[in-house]
Structure formats: structure tokens, C-alpha cells
């Protein structure tokens, strides 16, 4: 009963920002933890940052390197993903992830394709 819908997406240019969004539904336990994840065609998929519910943050900060910050709104059951500085190694879809408090990751969007230009 958990859907994650993404949008922000888009080309941008390097050097540029973009903000992504994911409205979530469904059992407040199921989506404890929301997070982003990302996956560059040929590329295994990695981790770029979680957040719960209380507002505790963990951001990779070897993918990230500090440009990024992850957020979120629990009034309208949505996360966010401030994303600055884009370079061109950013490329990838982008996938907002959720899960409970003590568990794996166990649901998952349809991913918005993010494409920077240099």
C-alpha cells in the first residue's frame, strides 16, 4: 500500500541546481526512513541519502560531496532532495526509496531521470 512518485527531474546545465520531490502514500510505519538513491546506465546503484521521520539525516558524503541536502515534510508526506553545484558525473536516475525504522529498504519509485550538461 506504499506508492513513491518522483518529480523535478530534468537537463541542466553544470554548475546548475535542480530540486527533487517524492510524495509518498500509505502506512506512516512503512515510510519511517525516505531516501535517494541513484543509478547511471552500466552502474550498480548507490546510496545518496536518508532521512526519517524525527528528522535524522545521513547523506554519503563521497557521492554528495557536500552539495546535496536531503529534507522533508511530513505534513505532506514528502522528501526532497536539494541538489546544487550539479556536474556531469551527476547523471543517473534518480530513485526515492522508503523502509521502516530497523529494516532493509523495501519500497521504491519509479525514478526521474537527472542529466547534467557540462
Known amino acids: 500500500q506504499v506508492q513513491l512518485v518522483e518529480s523535478g527531474g530534468g537537463l541542466v546545465q553544470a554548475g546548475g541546481s535542480l530540486r527533487l520531490s517524492c510524495a509518498a502514500s500509505g502506512p506512516t510505519l512503512s515510510t519511517a526512513v525516505m531516501g535517494w538513491f541513484r543509478q547511471a546506465p552500466g552502474k550498480e546503484r548507490e546510496f545518496v541519502a536518508s532521512?526519517?521521520?524525527?528528522?535524522?539525516?545521513?547523506v554519503d558524503t563521497d557521492s554528495a560531496k557536500g552539495r546535496f541536502t536531503i529534507s522533508r515534510d511530513n505534513a505532506k508526506n514528502t522528501v526532497y532532495l536539494q541538489m546544487n553545484s550539479l556536474k556531469p558525473e551527476d547523471t543517473a536516475v534518480y530513485y526515492c526509496?522508503?523502509?521502516?525504522?530497523?529494516?532493509?529498504?523495501?519500497?521504491w519509485g519509479q525514478g526521474t531521470q537527472v542529466t547534467v550538461s557540462s
Open positions: 526509496a522508503a523502509k521502516e525504522l530497523f529494516g532493509t529498504w523495501r519500497y
Open positions: 532521512i526519517s521521520r524525527s528528522g535524522r539525516t545521513t
